[in-house]
Structure formats: structure tokens, C-alpha cells
């Protein structure tokens, strides 16, 4: 890796200091330097926000994906808007990625699902080359989803193996539905689903934890406070939480209002937070309504938790390792 500024974490008086600093968004948007790494030490759980955004459209803030590497495997979560454009600018071909697990079917969590499972089907070295079924994990309503997908795509799958003398198991989608439990387990990786309340007339959100070895992080999913995912998120290394908030001359909008009651305050994710306790808590997904300052984000915030605190952003990049913790943010 090159030009990298990297951050390493080791002792809880340097974990204070860095929360401090990278609450600020400015010095997260000046640590945009690194380009994507070699591949990750054995030992090592990597994760990448690829989309920190929601379904409004911002060219640097993409909608709902992560990238967890650990035991040689590449897993995506989520597969919004751009999911394709951002794992490329993390180091890898579309078809390397091994499973997609989704946490809910709203469109900024699958509108580049599409483009993830026919783009790694291509038989060109430096876009595609998946030659097994693509491997999806999601809540109850993901085989119709998958059988949704390859209906609307036929014409894609038919003629590209008919022309392209694709591998047609590569066009093939297997779909896992679970909502709790462990759900893959290979390579030492563990994945582990569990229900979070997104909204009273939204079913089927679920959030994951990811363990690998001593390491461990949390996707939150969408959802509004949840004691799961205290109850998952205690202890990780990492926290990836959702979180909503408007500006103040939006709050009487009924559509406004109805979005932020699908989603959680700063101040109960601090309340997750604080009660979880894990190594860094981070924000990605972020639904900012009417542009309210990030400074405003962190204040509320900090009303209800005082530990060590990420502002996310798309490529921002987490390496936990035997040594502790390191953060950088990839090139775009
Ligand atoms: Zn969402």
C-alpha cells in the first residue's frame, strides 16, 4: 500500500484520542490516500464501507454496502446503489466476491444486486469469472427476490451462454433465507443473523454480526433502537450502526417524520453504543435529511456516549489484526 495514512489503535488512551479526531469529517476526508491493499494477512478480519449512504443520490456517498475479508473470503453486505464501482476501487474483480448477505429489501440495500450477480458471471479475467452459483443469504423473501432477479435477466443468462460459453452454474442463484442464527460458517468464518425492527409496517430487517477468530463486528441493518443489537454487539471490535436525523425546518414533513420513525436517533445509537461497548463505534448509512451538519450528528451523539466514535465514508477501511486496529480510507 502507498501514500497511506494509516491509524493504529492499541491502547485505550490512544482509542480516546482517535475518536476525538475522527469524529471530525474533515480529517476523515483528508485521510483519502491509501489505494487498496495487498491481500490481508491470514489472521487479519478486513472491513470496507463501500456505500455509507441511503437512496439519495450522492456521487461519494453510495447506498448501503460493506465488504467483510477474512479466512480468504470476500463477503458483501448489502448491495446498493454502486456496490460493483466500489469493490472494484477496494482491489477486487465482481465474480471474487464468495457470498452477499442482505439485511433488507428496501432498494438502497439492493438496486446494485443486479449488477453484483450478472457482472461477476462475465467471462472476462478483470471483471467476472464466477464459475459456481451466486451464494445469497438475506431475510425471509430472498429466494423470491433471487427467482425475481434471474426471471428479469433471462435474456442476460441465455444468451451470454449460448454465446459466451459462460459456465451456466454461474448464472444460478442460491438462495439462503434465515433471520437468526448462524447462517455461514466456512473458513473459520462465522455469520451470525438476527431480527432488528426497522419499522412497525417493515418486516423481515435483520442485522449480522461477522466472527472470525477473536475478531468480531457488527452490521446493524436499518433499524430503529434495538436491544439486539446491544446484545450482538457486545464486546466487538467494530459497530456499524445506521442512524437518522433532519434538520429542524424538515421536522413537520409527515414523509420526514415517517423516515426517521424507521430509523435510529443519534442519540439511542450513542445509548447502542454505550451499552455494547465495542473497540470503535462507527457510523455508515446515514440518513441525513435536509444536509444537518455532521458536527451536529457527533453532539447528539455525544450526549449519550463518550467512547471512540467513526464518522464512516464510502472506501473507508478497517483492518483489525493481532496488532490492533488499523483505519484507512482507499483511493476513489
Ligand atoms: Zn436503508
Known amino acids: 500500500m502507498t501514500s497511506l495514512r494509516t491509524l493504529c489503535v492499541t491502547?485505550?488512551?490512544?482509542?480516546?484520542?482517535?475518536?476525538?479526531?475522527?469524529?471530525?469529517?474533515?480529517?476523515?476526508?483528508?485521510?483519502?490516500?491509501?489505494?487498496?491493499?495487498?491481500?490481508?494477512?491470514?489472521?487479519?478480519?478486513?472491513?470496507?464501507l463501500l456505500g455509507t449512504g441511503t437512496p439519495a443520490l450522492h456521487s461519494d456517498r453510495f447506498s448501503s454496502a460493506n465488504l467483510v475479508q477474512a479466512g480468504g473470503l470476500n463477503l458483501l453486505f448489502d448491495a446498493g446503489r454502486g456496490a460493483t464501482i466500489r469493490i472494484k476501487q477496494a482491489g477486487l474483480n465482481i465474480g471474487q466476491i464468495d457470498a452477499t448477505f442482505l439485511t433488507n429489501f428496501h432498494s438502497d440495500h439492493v438496486n446494485g444486486l443486479a449488477d453484483v450477480f450478472m457482472t461477476g458471471y462475465i467471462r472476462v479475467p478483470y471483471i467476472g469469472t464466477r464459475q459456481e452459483p451466486f451464494q445469497l443469504y438475506g431475510p425471509i423473501g430472498t429466494q423470491k427476490l433471487a427467482d425475481g432477479l434471474r426471471m428479469t435477466h433471462q435474456w442476460d443468462i441465455d444468451t451470454r451462454i449460448l454465446d459466451e460459453q459462460i459456465p451456466e452454474p454461474a448464472t444460478r442463484i442460491e438462495a439462503h433465507e434465515s433471520e437468526s442464527g448462524v447462517v455461514f460458517e466456512q473458513n473459520g468464518v462465522k455469520v451470525t443473523a438476527f431480527p432488528v425492527k426497522h419499522g412497525d409496517k417493515i418486516e423481515n430487517a435483520i442485522g449480522y454480526r461477522i466472527d472470525y477468530g477473536d475478531k468480531s463486528v457488527l452490521i446493524s441493518g436499518d433499524t430503529t433502537f434495538d436491544q439486539n443489537v446491544v446484545e450482538f454487539g457486545r464486546d466487538t471490535?467494530?459497530?456499524?450502526?445506521?442512524?437518522?436525523?433532519?434538520?429542524?425546518?424538515?421536522?413537520?414533513?409527515?414523509?420526514?417524520?415517517?423516515?426517521?420513525?424507521?430509523?435510529?436517533?443519534?442519540?439511542?445509537?450513542?445509548?447502542?453504543?454505550?451499552?455494547?461497548?465495542?473497540?470503535?463505534?462507527?457510523?455508515?448509512?446515514?440518513v441525513l435529511m435536509g444536509n444537518p451538519?455532521?458536527?451536529?450528528?457527533?453532539?447528539?451523539?455525544?450526549?449519550?456516549?463518550?467512547?471512540?466514535?467513526?464518522?464512516?465514508?464510502?472506501?473507508?477501511?478497517?483492518?483489525?489484526?493481532?496488532?490492533?486496529?488499523?483505519?484507512q480510507v482507499l483511493k476513489e
Do not use: N
Request: no cysteine; charged share 15%.
Open 11 to 48: 491502547g485505550a488512551a490512544a482509542l480516546t484520542a482517535l475518536a476525538v479526531t475522527l469524529a471530525m469529517p474533515a480529517i476523515a476526508q483528508e485521510a483519502a490516500l491509501a489505494t487498496a491493499p495487498d491481500a490481508a494477512p491470514a489472521d487479519d478480519l478486513v472491513v470496507t
Open 237 to 286: 471490535d467494530l459497530v456499524i450502526h445506521e442512524v437518522g436525523m433532519a434538520v429542524q425546518d424538515m421536522m413537520d414533513s409527515p414523509a420526514v417524520q415517517t423516515a426517521l420513525a424507521h430509523h435510529t436517533s443519534p442519540e439511542d445509537v450513542g445509548r447502542v453504543f454505550a451499552a455494547a461497548q465495542p473497540d470503535f463505534a462507527v457510523y455508515s448509512h446515514m
Open 293 to 327: 451538519p455532521v458536527d451536529e450528528l457527533i453532539t447528539r451523539t455525544r450526549t449519550t456516549y463518550d467512547g471512540p466514535l467513526v464518522i464512516g465514508k464510502d472506501l473507508m477501511q478497517f483492518r483489525l489484526s493481532d496488532q490492533g486496529t488499523s483505519i
